[in-house]
């Protein structure tokens, strides 16, 4: 075993770890295997995967079918360039087409959730010229290219944007983050201020080319927006001409209840980019889809992107498998009976732990905010401290339930709690009694003020 700890040693010696302090990256666990919800390290110890990866294992770990047909069109042909086409860009077509709202009709495959977001960049620039500019909002993560970091607005853009990488010409807007509502209003006496500021925004301001939005805000905090956010945005986005982009890079693929989360609030966006679940990670794919207004400015204009792997034949052999299993999966039952149950389980887990300061989510989407105080809502760490590589409390909470065998993904204020969508009920409640006490790390240093947990989502759903 000293031997496969060097090796692993050398590999973080000889290669970068993602967004972080590379002292800090020095041995990362080996992971040896991985079946449903669980994965293992050398020894053979299991961990519960709480948190589908980076949210994209949505299916769980080696699931036959898709197994199956990778193998297939492994055997078949791997790569033709994107200007042939193959029967898997036919069949993978008409499966995602099967799931999309009938408006938005026209794909473009890419291989990361990052370079969805740069194609709906080009489709947007191009089509929207001479109008120039996005607007995204502070909670986001779009990806880490110049356009995506650009789009970001947590704390990963910061540094970024000093160097001169990031692309110019995007601004942000006010969340729709009732906990810290950042105009310091009450929903439903709020009026959804933070929707019509975009209103003022886009009125005062000029050159505006598109909004970017997560549906549900994935990574900084699983924030469900209320019911009228999204209906009011597309009623000012098209008064003002301006295109609505959805980022359903995490929140596709049923993770919230639906196939996409925009089908909550009947919304249709004129550009949907999503990743991950498309193929449950099971392959690296992209996708970004536009309505026929964007689509059809191409015709007679020069689409001006691509990619040698735009296409790619292995890429998208997961994805008709995946979508044939999605779809059993909704029609089983099991998902729905299973969040109703991770909801009820969570807002028991939030009475019982003072550093727990709100819980929100919806399906198997779910974040905990943790805080100092819940009364003040002081947290214990901010955008700066993982700027500046501050030791941050979520991480100590997550270390602790590493240890015990539950993976849980934190960020600087909050953990994500969004299991593969095949999970039981007995798994949600084996990953629950770890979680409880993995979160007495943060109760030690919380200050015990006796008021509940808030519960935003109570009112967000109906
Ligand atoms: C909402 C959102 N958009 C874009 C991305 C970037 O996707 P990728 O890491 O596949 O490039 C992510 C990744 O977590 C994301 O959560």
Known sequence: MNDVNQDVRKLAEHTFGTWNWQKAWQAPMLVTDAEGVNFYDAQGKPYIDFSSMLVCSNLGHKNPAIIDAIKEQAGKMCYVAPGFTTEIALEAVEA??????????????????????????????????????????????????????????????????RTGYTVNGVMFAPDCYCYRCPFNLTYPECHTQCARYLDYMFAEDGNIAALIAEPVVGTNGRIVPVPEYFPLVREICDRHGVLLIADEVMTGWYRTGKAFAMDHWNVQPDILTT????????????????????????????????????YHALALSAVPAAIAEYKKLAASGLMEEVAAHLKKKLFQLADNHDCIGDVRGMGHFWGLEIVKNRSTKEPFNTKQDKITGQPLMTAKIAAAAMQAGLYVMPWYDNLTIAPPLIITAEEVDQAMAILDEALKVGDAEAEATGIPASRSSEFYQS
């Open 275 to 310: 990743a991950k679940g498309c193929t449950s990670a099971y392959t690296p794919l992209g996708l970004t889809v536009a309505n026929s207004a964007v689509a059809d400015y191409f015709d007679n204009n020069l689409f001006c992107h691509g990619h040698t792997y735009a």
């Open 96 to 161: 995602i087409r099967s799931l999309l709202p009938p408006g938005l009709s026209k794909l473009f495959f890419s291989t990361s959730g990052t370079e969805a977001n740069d194609g709906a960049l080009a489709m947007t620039r191009l089509s929207q010229a001479p109008a120039y500019k996005v607007v995204s909002r502070y909670h986001s993560f779009h990806g880490a290219t110049p356009a995506g970091m650009a789009f970001t607005g947590d704390p990963r853009r910061i540094p970024m944007e």
